[in-house]
């Protein structure tokens, strides 16, 4: 599982030219499902995205999380993070796990972040335009 996160404020996703999810402040998250995941690798991930202090303190310092500055999360689906870039120039993505497969373990993912934090997501499958305000900027990426 590999996952992207920046810290956002106003985001949203479009699917059709129609606004599908969006948030006011908090962090986008970019999810990939990949072969071998499981329910401990979704678990695991979804714990560390609850509990990562990427926003600032009073200080300027990154103390605080998504709890903490009361923000949401946008969860975009995004089967091409498989891709690790280190062979050739033409990507693939064979380490991918099956859309069907995929999409199940994505929404148990999201099952959990819902259970702590308000979450809006883009649609699965879908081609979908993301629009960030990346706060910072402030990019992560996580591999499980």
Request: net charge positive; hydrophobic share 40%.
């Amino acid at each position: 599982m590999r996952i992207v996160i920046q810290r956002s404020g106003k985001s949203n996703v479009r699917v059709n030219s129609k606004v599908f999810g969006e948030i006011d402040h908090g962090m986008v998250i970019f999810v990939c499902m990949e072969k071998g995941d499981t329910l401990s690798t979704v678990e695991k991930a979804a714990k560390k995205i609850q509990s990562i202090r990427i926003f600032e303190d009073d200080d300027g310092k990154m103390n605080k999380s998504l709890t903490d500055v009361q923000g949401s999360i946008l969860a975009i689906s995004q089967f091409t993070l498989s891709w690790k870039g280190t062979k050739g120039n033409r990507p693939s993505f064979d380490q991918s796990m099956p859309p069907t497969e995929a999409e199940h373990m994505f929404n148990q993912f999201l099952r959990i972040l819902k259970e702590s934090h308000s979450v809006a997501t883009g649609k699965f499958g879908a081609s979908m335009d993301v629009q960030i305000q990346n706060l910072g900027p402030v990019t992560f990426c996580l591999d499980f």
